[in-house]
């Protein structure tokens, strides 16, 4: 999206403004205006998904309320709203900070519908100066034996490959069983390390973590949204964790 033209009504402080594939939609932020969109949200609504129909008729809302626009989700399938977070229909309404949110719908088949979301902040739009020192990134508490494991699991995403994978089980068993000989790995081990940490990480408010959050077929999704978290969003996983690997032959 470019900056707003002068004059421009999605430039009013607190102003949504909603693009989909179908066209782009303003709303002034008055208590309780309200946004549907979905395959067939009505005629106030946006389309999103209109040809697919895994996505509902109305699949969620944006409702402005207490000076703050909220996300809900009515729908069937999750709606994503970071790498890691997901809304489902019982979940509570999710309020969206000032700025640009992309929000995908799932559909079917693995399809991902897109509507891009701008709520104007009080100066249209524009962040204000940040003064003082760079803070640090989020980071999430391991041990050593999570953050090895998980480095081994993750090394595509340390090395930020293109569209990365998570190492096979398999293989982080061998290369623990090098770095670690007397720990007496083995695959099932492995595996209750990484769920070890999706569950504390679930547990602290990360989506994705779950099985219950994920569309299927499931396959590596747990683990990717689980080292998207720790490598991308957050820097609890980095580079120098790469180190360990020089200790292999």
């Given amino acids: 999206m470019n ?48 040809d697919d129909q895994r996505v509902s008729r109305e699949h969620g809302a944006l409702t402005h309320r207490g000076g703050w626009w909220w996300l809900s989700n009515s729908g069937r399938t999750p709606i994503e709203f970071s790498p890691t977070r997901q809304l489902h229909a019982d979940d509570e ?14 559909g079917s ?7 891009e979301v701008h709520v104007t ?8 100066p940040v003064t003082g020192p760079t803070l640090p990134g989020r980071r999430w508490e391991l041990t050593d034996t999570q953050r090895l494991v ?31 000989p007397a720990g007496e790995w083995h695959v099932r081990r492995v595996d209750r390390v990484v769920e070890g940490v999706r569950d504390e990480l679930s547990a602290k408010g990360v989506r994705g973590l779950k099985r219950k ?37």
């Fill in 3 to 50: 900056a707003f033209p002068a004059g421009d009504p999605a430039a009013n402080p607190g102003a949504l403004l909603a693009r989909g594939l179908a066209g782009t939609t303003v709303l002034q932020p008055a208590e309780y205006a309200r946004l549907p969109f979905g395959r067939l949200p009505g005629a106030d609504g946006i389309p999103v998904g209109e």
């Fill in 93 to 106: 309404p999710e309020p969206l900070l000032p700025g640009y949110t992309t929000l995908l719908v799932v």
């Fill in 109 to 115: 088949g693995g399809r991902k519908h897109p509507l």
């Fill in 121 to 128: 902040a009080p100066d249209h739009g524009r962040p204000l």
């Fill in 150 to 180: 998980l480095t081994l699991l993750g090394q595509q995403y340390l090395r930020r490959e293109p569209a990365p994978r998570p190492m096979s089980r398999a293989h982080v068993t061998a290369l623990m069983t090098e770095l670690d």
């Fill in 213 to 249: 959050e994920v569309p299927e077929p499931i396959g590596n999704s747990l683990n990717h949204n689980l080292l998207t978290e720790l490598t991308i969003t957050t820097s609890t996983l980095t580079r120098a964790d790469l180190e360990a690997l020089d200790r292999l032959d």
